[in-house]
Each structure stands twice: as structure tokens, then as C-alpha cells.
């Protein structure tokens, strides 16, 4: 039951054209489709008979982990997945539940970084510089379309089990990452390892002289404890999972949860063998069906799907051949 790394991040949005034009114009990733859901696939995400979305899925130059799949549904959303940032923003920074979609950029970070703000989408610090176990970076957070926190990164020490050889090979990479708060490591370990088969790449908490400045990135208070555990496709250094533990802390969940219809965080796409197996597989490992397998179409054709939720509030869209 081989679970790849996740082939794309599908994102709800509000104005579709803005969010391209940040995507796609400004950080220059490629569309590879646009156009229409299909009906079957709207029933597959739970979706009422009335909701009609529009979607465009891009890449790195046709990488094929890590894509991000922009979705604008009519009439459209409500709910936002994640808004954790500003006086009003009703969700705790460390409420559990998917938390950032990473890009690397070359070094230096602020041309890049500027490149974005000039669009009008705002850096929630100054870019930081710390290390976690083997790997140092210097990271930047960005309120992006429907304040989606978008994560601009330097590897400045990475394994290649974390940064892909030539990565970034555009202007920004692919998504080589998506971070998730994670309320119970045991649990999510079971889920992402036993359950997915993934492998961790990277498992460590933040050294005491870093801590203040990943609590700033990460909008924690200071001296909060922040332990990294990354999960990945074993040989694959896109489509990462990040899993962020706040030792002895629990902020609860998040005001909206990750599922297609909603505004920011809707779905991480992986492929598989056998979604049968894992639809009986998964709910003893920590995971929740949400719509048993069944066939859609999708831009790749028909694909039978299978959606689950996972301890932290993941969605995920598990596909493998009709």
C-alpha cells in the first residue's frame, strides 16, 4: 500500500485571478490545467448540488510533487481554514490543524520576499535564520490569498531527503513543504508512518539559543517549545509534512476545518496503490473516512479517491487508478 508524497495542496480561494496572479505571475509557477470540478468530484468532496468551483492546478516547470491546485467555489465560502494572524484573526497560532505552505527561494530571501509584498500580501516578521537538528534555514511568513500563511525559505544546510537537487530551479519551488500543529506526536506518528508509510526525515526540537526566533516565525510566545517532525516519501525531498508539537501546550482547534468548500487549507492530494486497503488500514491508525472510495473525474481522468481526515485535522484525497 505505497502512499507517494503528496502530489498537490489544494487551496479554496475567493478571486481566482488575484491568487494567480501571484502564483503564477509573480513566483512563476506553471499552470498545467484550468477549468471546471466535475460534478462527481464535488459529490466525492461533500460538497451540496448547488456549488459550482474552478480550479487551476500549477506546478514548478512540471514537477510532478508539490503542486498547488487553486479552487474558487460559487456561491462562495464563508468558512476560512486558518486565520491565526492579526488582533482580530479568531485562531491561536498554535491551534491544531495545517498551518503553512512552504517555497524555497534562492538566497537572498529578500529580494523574493519583496517580490511578494509588493503585491500587496504582508510578511508577518522579518525573515529569521535558525537551526533544527541537522538542517539550518532562514524563513519568512506571508499572509497570502484569504490570509493563507505562505512560507518563503532559504535551506541554507539541507539534507537532499529535504531540499530536491537544483531546487529552486524558478524563481520559487515548488511546494516543498506544508506544516500541520500537531496536537499528539503518538498519534500522528501511528497515522503518517504506520498508517501512510512515510518515512521522518527530521525529528528534533528547536535548540534553546533558536528558540525565540522560531516562536516569532511561528507567532508563539516566547520560550515556547517547538518540536519538528517531518515526514516525507522515502527518497522524495517534495511534498513534505512538517508536524509542529508545542510541548505541554494545547490551544484547542481550529475555528474552521480543512475540507473542500472552505477558504485556505482544503485538501493534500496523495497517490497510492490501493485505496481500498488503506480505507480499511487508516481508521485503526488514527484516521477518519470521510468518503469511501469511489471513482471521480478528475484532470487526469477517472481516479477512484478516497477522503480521509487525520488526528490533526489533515484532509486527505488518497487516488489510484480507476
Aim: overall charge negative; charged content about 25%; hydrophobic content about 40%.
Amino acid at each position: 500500500m505505497s502512499v507517494t508524497a503528496y502530489r498537490s495542496v489544494t487551496v479554496g480561494v475567493s478571486d481566482l485571478d488575484r491568487a494567480l496572479r501571484l502564483f503564477r505571475d509573480v513566483m512563476a509557477l506553471r499552470v498545467e490545467h484550468e477549468g471546471p470540478v466535475a460534478r462527481d468530484w464535488l459529490d466525492a468532496w461533500r460538497l451540496a448540488s448547488g456549488v459550482t468551483a474552478r480550479a487551476a492546478l500549477l506546478s514548478c516547470k512540471g514537477y510532478p510533487f508539490g503542486m498547488l491546485r487553486l479552487v474558487e467555489y460559487s456561491p462562495r465560502p464563508t468558512v476560512r481554514v486558518r486565520h491565526d494572524f492579526g488582533a482580530e484573526a479568531p485562531d491561536s497560532p498554535l491551534a491544531v490543524g495545517p498551518k503553512a505552505i512552504d517555497f524555497y527561494v534562492a538566497d537572498p530571501i529578500l529580494p523574493w520576499l519583496e517580490r511578494v509584498t509588493r503585491e500587496g500580501y504582508v510578511a508577518r516578521s522579518a525573515p529569521r535564520r535558525h537551526v533544527v537538528g541537522p538542517s539550518e534555514s532562514e524563513e519568512v511568513v506571508i499572509s497570502g490569498p484569504d490570509e493563507l500563511p505562505v512560507l518563503l525559505m532559504v535551506g541554507h544546510r539541507h539534507a537532499s531527503t529535504s531540499l530536491r537537487p537544483g531546487s529552486p530551479d524558478g524563481p520559487f519551488s515548488e511546494v516543498a513543504t506544508s506544516s500541520v500543529v500537531c496536537g499528539e506526536l503518538a498519534a500522528s506518528r501511528r497515522f503518517y508512518g504506520e498508517g501512510l508509510g512515510l518515512v521522518p526525515v527530521n525529528d528534533a526540537e528547536t535548540p534553546d539559543r533558536f528558540r525565540d526566533l522560531v516562536d516569532e516565525l511561528v507567532d508563539a510566545p516566547r520560550g515556547t517549545r517547538v518540536h519538528f517532525l517531518l515526514y516525507a516519501q522515502r527518497g522524495e525531498a517534495s511534498g513534505k509534512t512538517l508536524l509542529l508539537n508545542f510541548p505541554g501546550l494545547d490551544a484547542g482547534r481550529l475555528a474552521g476545518r480543512m475540507q473542500p468548500g472552505h477558504l485556505g487549507f482544503s485538501l493534500f492530494h496523495h497517490d497510492c496503490d490501493d485505496v481500498d486497503a488503506l480505507a480499511r488500514r487508516l481508521p485503526g491508525l488514527g484516521g477518519t473516512i470521510v468518503t469511501p472510495p469511489v471513482v471521480v473525474t478528475t484532470d487526469r481522468g477517472p481516479r477512484r479517491v478516497l477522503l480521509v481526515r487525520g488526528p490533526n485535522e489533515e484532509m486527505l484525497e488518497l487516488s489510484s487508478p480507476a
